[in-house]
């Protein structure tokens, strides 16, 4: 055999090799992704179509520091740098089908952090709004949603208290940061018959995940279960 054959050869078997291995990690993850809904979504109860839909094929792994890929899928949320977290995946799927959520919805976050639940309720509504107040995690998430094609997804780097007023108001509003009270500016900006879901009480302990809805312009509230979110900050100069 010619030297050019034996190079030839040994090119076919490498890029033969790259496709398996490529292969077999998208199926791995994809059965990885379908054990989780499964036995962590399901299994507790999450029923809705659409937020079934979107677990099922967001791929969560991209969302996490490359270190954390192999425990992307793990019932518990993880650290994504600067003190912050990617949240527990039965905790997204419960906010995203608590507001119940429509194709021709206008959703707000407040807390994009890795851009998961924000990538979640993108591949469900048609306009996503989402707010980071860390630059650093702003870049990054910007980055990845981008690259993972979210295009109706539009991010900002603010204080997400005063919420995002010119693109209001909202159909739904999902605060992933814990705060002291709801911001009365994410009242303003929720629409009549909206609905958003926030965790409530005071930073480093266990908070209510509260239901605000807004009818006829009254504001109703239930507690839903106890959280643990990292804290609501605010802007410096403020
Ligand atoms: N939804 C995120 C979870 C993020 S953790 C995910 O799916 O990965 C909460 C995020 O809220 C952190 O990134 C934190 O920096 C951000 N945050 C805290 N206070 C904020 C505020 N006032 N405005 C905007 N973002 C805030």
Redesign the pocket.
């Known amino acids: 055999m010619s030297f050019i054959h034996v190079i030839m050869n040994r090119l076919i078997l490498i890029l033969f090799l790259i496709l398996v291995l490529g292969f077999q990690e998208r199926t791995d993850y994809k059965a990885t992704r379908e054990k989780m809904v499964k036995s962590q979504i399901e299994a507790r109860g999450i029923q809705e179509p659409f937020t079934l839909a979107a677990m099922r094929s967001v791929p969560r792994h991209k969302?996490v520091p490359k270190g954390l890929m192999e425990s992307a899928y793990k019932d518990s949320?993880l650290p994504?740098g600067?003190?912050?977290?990617?949240?527990q995946p039965y905790i997204?799927a419960f906010m995203t089908e608590i507001i119940n959520p429509k194709k021709d919805f206008k959703v707000l976050?407040?807390?994009?952090?890795?851009?998961?639940?924000?990538?979640?309720l993108a591949h469900i509504v048609d306009s996503m709004y989402?707010?980071?107040?860390?630059k650093a995690?702003f870049i990054q998430?910007k980055k990845r949603l981008d690259d993972l094609n979210y295009h109706n997804v539009l991010i900002k780097n603010?204080?997400?208290?005063h919420g995002w007023e010119e693109k209001g108001p909202f159909d739904a509003i999902?605060v992933?940061?814990a705060?002291e009270f709801v911001p009365p500016p994410l009242i303003e900006q929720l629409k009549d018959g909206g609905k958003m879901i926030i965790p409530i009480g005071t930073p480093f302990t266990t908070q209510q995940l509260l239901l605000v809805e807004k009818k006829k312009g009254k504001i109703k509230t239930k507690n839903l279960m106890f959280v643990r979110?990292?804290?609501?900050?605010?802007?410096k100069d403020e």
């Open positions: 969302f949320p994504i600067y003190g912050q977290t990617i949240s997204v976050e407040i807390g994009t952090g890795s851009g998961y639940q924000a990538a979640v989402t707010i980071e107040i860390v995690l998430a603010a204080d997400g208290y999902v992933t940061a705060a979110f990292v804290p609501f900050t605010r802007a």
